[in-house]
T-cell receptor, first 115, second 109 residues
Framework: GAVVSQHPSWVICKSGTSVKIECRSL??????MFWYRQFPKQSLMLMAT?????????EQGVEKDKFLINHASLTLSTLTVTSAHPEDSSFYIC???????????FGPGTRLTVT | TQLLEQSPQFLSIQEGENLTVYCNSS?????LQWYRQEPGEGPVLLVT?????EVKKLKRLTFQFGDARKDSSLHITAAQPGDTGLYLC?????????FGQGTTLQVKP
């Protein structure tokens, strides 16, 4: 149980375009979802926390207008990188936690490359 | 702001050796998790410890939580190449999972 999926697993886009990443909880209802980014050989940096039906809470230094997060249902959250630039290239990982779960479970990540 | 420091940052050992990695917090842990991450994948939860002085074992992995709940260690016995990966400690203070900078472990055959 407690499986989280992400789609796509990797994506290449051109500078200036927008790309959407989906995070789904497959066998539980995720009341809270978290979005992280990770650069090579580094740890995970929390970008934002989203609760179903409410606006996301962004960490300091994360541009909310650039990284749009929507958590419209208990099983789906999306991260849209708007007007992507090469410096946005990174590994984006989501995690999800349900009311009945003590721990948060991670998706497999999405590799974004902006050319 | 809570800071989690892991040491060492990098570790390269031969198969069969033992190793210990450490995680120290600037404040008392809410609940401490240890994760392992392989390249190109998401982190996988290894263990959660909550009680000061707690010791948990997972096959060849032994996790210890300090009495004051501000430090933890992960000991691996007889490391194998399959143990290679990034080991991360994390705390779920205020409901958000905050990670240490990680320890990259390479086990050579």
């Amino acid at each position: 149980g407690a499986v989280v999926s992400q789609h796509p697993s990797w994506v290449i886009c051109k500078s200036g375009t927008s790309v959407k990443i989906e995070c789904r909880s497959l066998d539980f209802q995720a009341t809270t979802m978290f979005w992280y980014r990770q650069f090579p050989k580094q740890s995970l940096m929390l970008m934002a926390t989203s609760n179903e039906g409410s606006k996301a809470t962004y960490e300091q230094g994360v541009e909310k207008d650039k990284f749009l997060i929507n958590h419209a249902s208990l099983t789906l959250s999306t991260l849209t990188v708007t007007s992507a630039h090469p410096e946005d290239s990174s590994f984006y990982i989501c995690s999800a936690r349900g009311l009945a779960l003590r721990d948060a479970y991670f998706g497999p990540g999405t590799r974004l490359t902006v050319t | 702001t809570q800071l989690l420091e892991q040491s060492p940052q990098f570790l390269s050992i031969q198969e069969g050796e033992n190793l210990t990695v450490y995680c120290n917090s600037s404040s008392v842990f809410s609940s401490l998790q240890w994760y392992r991450q392989e390249p190109g994948e998401g982190p996988v939860l290894l263990v959660t410890v909550v009680t000061g002085g707690e010791v948990k074992k997972l096959k060849r992995l032994t996790f210890q939580f300090g009495d004051a709940r501000k430090d933890s260690s992960l000991h691996i016995t007889a490391a194998q190449p399959g143990d290679t990966g990034l080991y991360l400690c994390a705390d779920s203070l205020t409901g958000k999972l905050i990670f240490g900078q990680g320890t990259t472990l390479q086990v050579k055959p």
